[in-house]
Every structure is written in structure tokens, then in C-alpha cells.
T-cell receptor, first 117, second 111 residues
Framework: DTAVSQTPKYLVTQMGNDKSIKCEQN?????MYWYKQDSKKFLKIMFS?????LIINETVPNRFSPKSPDKAHLNLHINSLELGDSAVYFC?????WGQGASNTEAFFGQGTRLTVV | RKEVEQDPGPFNVPEGATVAFNCTYSNSASQSFFWYRQDCRKEPKLLMSVYSSGNEDGRFTAQLNRASQYISLLIRDSKLSDSATYLC????????????FGAGTQVVVTP
């Protein structure tokens, strides 16, 4: 059983389209994340949800809208896709530990390679 | 200046040799430190946490130097399977688990 699974694995789409990436974790974790890895391999957090509540919203264009229907799922919807959105998007989860706590492992999905043409 | 900086490499290492590399972080409020490993076109996976006193996990040794704000990773007796990108990861106090990644150090172990 895959701990954190995201679909699709590959996504090729035209500029201006709207697309969604789905993520599910079966680890019983309370916290889920979306990270973006750009062409320079730099991983940067986009959003974090704790038990369906938005905790972290980095400076991400509002074309990106996360949705968490329950604590095991965190989907990412992207409107009006642009060339610069091409990247690998990773979903992750970790055990909730609250503000100020430390030292927990994040488990990543296999990534969604988004190519905007 | 990036918050977490790493030498991108690649570090070309003969099989059986030792390789070591560092990562520097800019925020003195950094609380927790990790090394993750990422294979080509795969997801990052935790390799090891880094503790203040330094810690070892088999052939891997991690050190933390808070005064100079860097962490290090040493790999002994390198195996071909150690070829990967090693990501330095830092979390800040009160950051709700937000992981700050370095861009990674690529290690290539050659036969």
C-alpha cells in the first residue's frame, strides 16, 4: 500500500487550462502539504493543512487553490495554467505536532510532473 | 541569500571511498535539521535527522554546528546505491512543520 499517493503522475496541458492534482495519505497523519520542485530542483512549500484547516499559505498565486475534503486528502486545483507553472508537485504528510515542536518525518508522494505547453 | 545553501556538486566518489559535504543555514532560529535523499525523478525520503551531539546511522554520520550554522553529512565506504541527491532540510521554531530545503548536493559513486 502506498503511504502517500498522488494522481496523475504526469500531466501535460496547454496554457490557460484548469487542472487538478489529487493526493491521499493512508498514514493517519493530521498534516498534509503541497511542495513545488522547479527546474533547478529546489523544493519549496506552497501550502500546509492540519486536519482540514489551512495553516501555511506561502506566496502562491491565487490561481492555485488547495482543497482538503478530509484529513486524508489534499487536492490542488490550478486555474489558467501558465508556462512557469511547469514543475514537479509533491504532496506530503506528517504527524501533527503543533507549533514549536520538532523532529518529525515528512512522507512524500511520488510527484506529479506538470508540463504546460 | 537562500535560507539553506548547499554545494550542488556533483561529488564523484569511487566506490568504497568517503565523501563529506556541508550545508549552511541562515536563520539562527532554526530548530530541527534533517538530511533527505532524492533519487532521480523520485520523491525525497528521510535519510536521517541531525542531532546537536552528532549522530551516526550505519555508514552515514551527520553533524550539527550551531555556532557556525552548518550541518554536514559524511558517507563512509560509498556504495553505488548511494548515488543520489542529498537534500539538507531545516525547520524553524513555530513554523508548523514547514520544511526548508536546500537545492541538494549530487553524489555520484563510480565503480
Amino acid at each position: 500500500d502506498t503511504a502517500v499517493s498522488q494522481t496523475p503522475k504526469y500531466l501535460v496541458t496547454q496554457m490557460g487550462n484548469d487542472k487538478s492534482i489529487k493526493c491521499e495519505q493512508n498514514l493517519g497523519h493530521d498534516t498534509m502539504y503541497w511542495y513545488k520542485q522547479d527546474s533547478k530542483k529546489f523544493l519549496k512549500i506552497m501550502f500546509s493543512y492540519n486536519n482540514k484547516e489551512l495553516i501555511i499559505n506561502e506566496t502562491v498565486p491565487n490561481r492555485f487553490s488547495p482543497k482538503s475534503p478530509d484529513k486524508a486528502h489534499l487536492n490542488l486545483h490550478i486555474n489558467s495554467l501558465e508556462l512557469g507553472d511547469s514543475a514537479v508537485y509533491f504532496c506530503a504528510s506528517s504527524q501533527e505536532w503543533g507549533q514549536g515542536a520538532s523532529n518529525t518525518e515528512a512522507f512524500f508522494g511520488q510527484g506529479t510532473r506538470l508540463t504546460v505547453v | 541569500r537562500k535560507e539553506v545553501e548547499q554545494d550542488p556538486g556533483p561529488f564523484n566518489v569511487p566506490e568504497g571511498a568517503t565523501v563529506a559535504f556541508n550545508c549552511t543555514y541562515s536563520n539562527s532560529a532554526s530548530q530541527s535539521f534533517f538530511w533527505y535523499r532524492q533519487d532521480c525523478r523520485k520523491e525525497p525520503k528521510l535519510l536521517m535527522s541531525v542531532y546537536s551531539s552528532g549522530n551516526e546511522d550505519g555508514r552515514f554520520t551527520a553533524q550539527l554546528n550551531r555556532a557556525s550554522q552548518y550541518i554536514s553529512l559524511l558517507i563512509r565506504d560509498s556504495k553505488l546505491s548511494d548515488s543520489a541527491t542529498y537534500l539538507c532540510v531545516v525547520t524553524l521554531t513555530d513554523s508548523w512543520g514547514k520544511l526548508q530545503f536546500g537545492a541538494g548536493t549530487q553524489v555520484v559513486v563510480t565503480p
